[in-house]
């Protein structure tokens, strides 16, 4: 209920939405603009309060009134659920309609308080207007007396039934002795189905008097699809490998999210958690940069740390959200024992990680690893991922700069990659064995150093035709035996024919055109 200054009022009172550009002082002082979702209680000309919340300061009741209008309503919860928070507010009335009140209740309410009016400050009543309009329906709900005991595990007698509902305020419209309909009471807005009665009945039975039984019910075991890698499997990958998984929240601190990606604007939240919580992140990986400083604070040396999650970002008047994975290594490379030395991680060692994690697929050569620059990482040690030409993810060490302005003392290596694309698999194949023996060869080439390797075996694997089990590099060289801007690649080759032995003249004929493709596309010449 609330009550207006009545010489403020302008004209008749209506219910109504809130238009562009609409402001309001409330109560507190605060002067808000009103959003065109918000419902408003209105007089002929103007906003008087906003319906459910907050009554407006123009029309206010003071120690000059004379002349009070009384205004009590129903609201359906969900007309003012929200709209208090969205203006940084939390009021009794608005903890009340967003919980549902008693729609019948309002003109008992209302003659209540005039009676007390009157008896207290003196006066004369005036008219009561009432505007009613589509108010809840009166609520029916049959009770099965065989789901009480289903659900329950007792048999109640059906009169007991009637009695414990009764003294609750519960109507009868029918009892055929296996069906009762119930009406249900304008106040009791909580209940609405079979399961609810069930509950009060249990209530006032007494938990300690329900008996303790095993629960019966069928389970069915849903099938895993042999086309999807679940996120499971994915982090099971990433736990064997030595990774701990970490939760944080999707709420970011405005600088971290613009020092990482100034490119990248947050969407900023109405009513932040706090000052440090006001973006949604855009990214997993200021979480997990935020993890690792506040694990080194603590003296911890070794840090192998993922996270799962979506990300926000803003795609035009939209907000998309992405399911991503994200992952952060720092530290040795191994646990420090007595068998281990104290290797730090590098570059490679999470490129490896990353490479078993689109193994899972079953089609790790559908991914291409390719320099690039990004944002927060460091140039030179930056790849992106790329699945047939589309970007899936990146992969890189965090940049010095960004690395001493957040206090960070050892270098990290982190990923992130889109989990969509990651959980696609090929289905499994079965195909025979080979009888026969495999034949391998080693190449070795030198190339201008700004070739890719990932170039070189795609070209490789190209001619190098269909029986090709295996190609693997096992050496890159770069120093004083040859030249400044060359690098030898060692490349291992195995072939594996299902009918026959191959013959030496066989794979002669597969080199020669390996060499040739690598001598046409790189300018690389056979090393000796």
Known sequence: M??????????HIDVRF????????????????LAPETLLITDASKPVAIAGIMGGMDTAVSDQTQHVFLECAFFAPLAVAGKARAYGMHTDASHRYERGVDYQLQRTAMQRATQLLLAICGGEAGPITEAIGHLPEPNEISLNYNSISSLLGIQMDQEEVRDILGRLGFDFSDDDGEVLTVSVPSYRFDVSIEADLIEELARIYGYNNLPQTGGLGNQSLSSKPESRTELGQIRQQLVALGYQEVVTYSFIEPSLADTLFPDQPGVLLQNPISADMAVMRTSILPGLISTLKYNENRQI???????????FQRSGEEIKQTAMLAGLVSGNKMPINWSNNKD????????????LLLALGLEPDRYTFIAAEHACFHSGQCARIEREGAVVGHIGALHPAMQRRMGITENCYLFEL??????ERRLPAASALSKFPEVSRDLAVLIDSNYASSDVMANVRENAGEHLTDLRIFDVYQGDAVAKDKKSIALGLTWQHPSRTLSED????????CVNGLQDK??????N
């Open 522 to 527: 790189f300018n690389a010449n056979l090393r």
């Open 301 to 311: 040396e070794r840090i192998r740390i993922f996270e799962s999650g979506l990300v």
């Open 2 to 11: 609330h009550a207006f200054d009545l010489t403020k009022l302008e004209g």
């Open 506 to 513: 066989d794979i002669n004929t597969i080199i020669v055109r």
């Open 18 to 33: 809130a238009t562009k550009a609409e402001k309001l002082e409330l109560l507190d002082g605060k002067e808000v603009k």
């Open 344 to 355: 730090l991680t590098d570059f490679y060692d999470l490129k490896g990680d990353v490479e």
């Open 418 to 423: 889109q989990l969509a694309p990651l959980q």
